[in-house]
């Protein structure tokens, strides 16, 4: 990693489920025929836990900042065309 790079922060049991349930789920955004939400779930809790019993840390980047339109005018802003 570079120098310049965000800290990573541990990331909480239940960002772990949810990552992993959704990897369970998905093969990237195409979901898998037989995929079930629940046993996605009840799975992903599963290995949650154990690898925490297991003494892993997992980290991840803190979240992105939100996008800025504030260099755009605000529509009432803009003259009319008559206005000009």
């Known amino acids: 990693m570079s120098d310049d790079s965000p800290p990573l922060r ?6 772990v ?19 079930s ?6 799975t992903a809790e599963h290995l949650a836990r154990h690898l925490r019993r297991c003494g892993f840390e997992i980290s991840k980047r803190p979240d992105a ?10 529509p009432s802003a803009v003259p009319k065309p008559n206005e000009r």
């Open 10 to 15: 541990p990331a909480t049991e239940q960002e």
């Open 37 to 42: 939400s629940l046993m996605a779930r009840i």
């Open 65 to 74: 900042a939100a996008p800025s339109t504030s260099h755009h005018g605000h």
């Open 17 to 35: 489920v949810e990552t992993l349930s959704f990897g369970l789920r998905f093969d990237g955004r195409k979901p898998f025929a037989q995929a």
